[in-house]
């Protein structure tokens, strides 16, 4: 039976190919053509995790005329600064997130790949959509891992190499900061307490370093060799990779005890991912984080402004099942072919999209559009 050690060898070979084409300083790679834009205006969406703030703050560190002008708050509602509540501007960079139609850094696979559905209307719908992504690809700046090693949406499979089974594992903070020290743009890490640990954690990277070690222990590797030694890249992945069991866990107990000697409220969980996405706990967090890292502030206005900012509805959303499993009252692939076919083909329009894979509700093809 095939396992991830039969695949190892083919799964580094993609790795190594991926990044170092894509984190290296030829004009073509995704590093040099995000370092293009760093010095232009460009109004940001970013999603309103961690993972999401933490690289948003990062690349506003080295981008100065960068600034966020709307959150993906939740899975009904985007938090909008009043200059742009009327419509998404059209030169928007997505902050992990995903849309074929604006550039973006994220994390997501979003591709179906070549597998095919029994189901002819969803299997359409899927090659639809890849076309649209592969030819957006080459207008826009999609700095997405899973898309430079092809990963496959539709395969779940322990014996191929590019499945979505190995896909890559970390977060949107992780490639960004090897892009940016690619190109020759790094930020600085002034605190060396609680910020490499952070970037290390964002979307569970270190819990990810161990309990998907066939995976994740070929994807970081490669990804610091691809920047160099030296690198802050290269020194993340050593922190997690030579860690104690205690060691994060030790960063957690400090940041807390010094939160209640502050007496601050609680903005992150123990597992430092955000206590909820309230404006609140965003501004919260969002202090913290220039106080930690001397970065600027990203925003549009100020951290306080963000009490004057609109929730307003998403323009559209869809989630399709594409397995048997899913919870009820949501749109099965099987039951309805031709509804999910339509579903997926709405994601042209939506300001993120993905795939999600596994769960006890099963695979899914997921997007939200606009305001």
């Known amino acids: 039976m095939a396992d991830a050690h039969s695949t190892a060898q083919a799964r580094r070979r993609i790795a190594i190919d ?20 760093l010095d232009q205006p460009r109004p940001m969406m970013v999603s309103a995790d961690i993972d ?17 002008v709307a959150f993906s708050v939740s899975s009904t509602s985007w938090l909008v600064h009043p200059s742009v509540q009327l419509e998404p501007p059209t030169d928007l960079f997505g902050v992990d997130l995903f849309s074929v139609h604006h550039d973006n850094v994220s994390n997501h696979v979003v591709k179906w790949g070549q597998k ?13 959509w890849d076309a649209l992504v592969d030819l957006m690809s080459t207008q826009m700046l999609h700095a997405v891992p899973s898309l430079w090693a092809q990963t496959q949406g539709g395969y779940e499979d322990a014996g191929r190499p590019d499945s979505a089974t190995y ?11 090897a892009m940016l020290e690619a190109a020759g743009r790094p930020p600085r890490f002034f605190d060396r307490t609680y910020l490499p640990w952070l970037v290390a954690n964002c979307d569970g990277g270190v819990t ?59 903005w992150l969980t123990d597992k ?19 106080e930690l890292t001397g ?11 963000l009490d004057e900012w ?35 083909l709405g994601a042209e329009s939506a300001l993120n999209a993905n795939f999600y894979h596994g769960g006890q509700s099963g695979s899914r093809f997921n997007w939200v559009g606009g305001w």
């Open 116 to 128: 095919k559905i029994q189901m002819a209307p969803v299997r359409e719908a899927f090659v639809t």
């Open 310 to 344: 609109l929730s307003i509805p998403r323009s559209g959303s869809a989630t399709v099942y594409y397995t048997a499993a899913g919870p009820d009252g949501v749109l099965k692939a099987k039951d309805d072919p031709a509804a999910a076919a339509e579903q997926i």
């Open 208 to 266: 990810s370093y161990t309990k998907y070690a066939d995976n994740a222990r070929v994807w970081w590797p490669v990804m610091a060799g691809a920047v160099g030694p030296g690198s802050l890249t290269e020194q993340v992945f050593e922190l997690v990779d030579r860690a104690r069991p205690h060691d994060f866990l030790d960063a957690v107990h400090r940041l807390d005890r010094e939160r209640q000697a502050s007496d601050r409220r609680r």
């Open 295 to 305: 970065w600027r502030v990203p925003l549009r206005g100020s951290i306080d402004d």
């Open 167 to 177: 896909k890559y594992p970390f977060g949107t903070a992780q490639i960004l900061l």
């Open 272 to 290: 430092w991912t955000l206590l909820s996405q309230s404006t609140q706990v965003l501004k919260d967090t969002l202090s913290w984080l220039t």
């Open 18 to 37: 991926a990044l170092s084409r894509e984190l290296s300083q030829e004009p073509s790679s995704a590093s040099m053509r995000l370092a293009s834009m």
């Open 52 to 68: 999401g703030l933490v690289a948003a703050t990062m690349l506003g560190s080295v981008a100065p005329q960068f600034e966020i």
